[in-house]
């Protein structure tokens, strides 16, 4: 599976942003898959994640509310909406992705097999 995230860009605080991350080489069915951002100077931190099949979904404390994360069944890309975004949002946004049978989230980082190259999201305020 290869992933290629895209949408980031310099949004102004309050503002909204859509992540994607398209799949290729398998369908996303197959996945359950994570978003991560790593903030300068901080570790990569795992902020959605949604379970194979769509139907569990994991939010960071810090986004729960603000951010949305999809995968929907017709497509093979992933998503995550952003809204009401703050300061602390500036980071580099990586997707990832793993095989499983599994219906439940994966919420360990290195659990994760395929990752996406990232994409800059700057919040101006």
């Known amino acids: 599976v290869q992933l290629l995230a895209s949408g980031g860009g310099l949004v102004q605080a309050g503002g909204s942003l859509r992540l994607s991350c398209a799949a290729s080489g398998r369908s996303f069915g197959y996945s359950a898959m994570g978003w991560f951002r790593q903030a300068p100077g901080k570790e990569r931190q795992l902020i959605a994640a949604?379970?194979?099949?769509?139907?569990?979904?994991f939010y960071a404390e810090s986004v729960k509310g603000r951010f949305t994360i999809s995968k929907p069944d017709a497509e093979n890309t992933a998503y995550l909406q952003i809204k009401s975004l703050k300061d602390e949002d500036t980071a580099v946004y990586y997707c990832a992705a793993k095989e499983t049978v599994s219906g439940a989230v994966i919420t360990t980082t290195s659990d994760y097999e395929y990752w996406g190259q990232g994409t800059l999201v700057t919040v101006s305020s």
């Open positions: 949604i379970s194979r099949g769509g139907t569990r979904r």
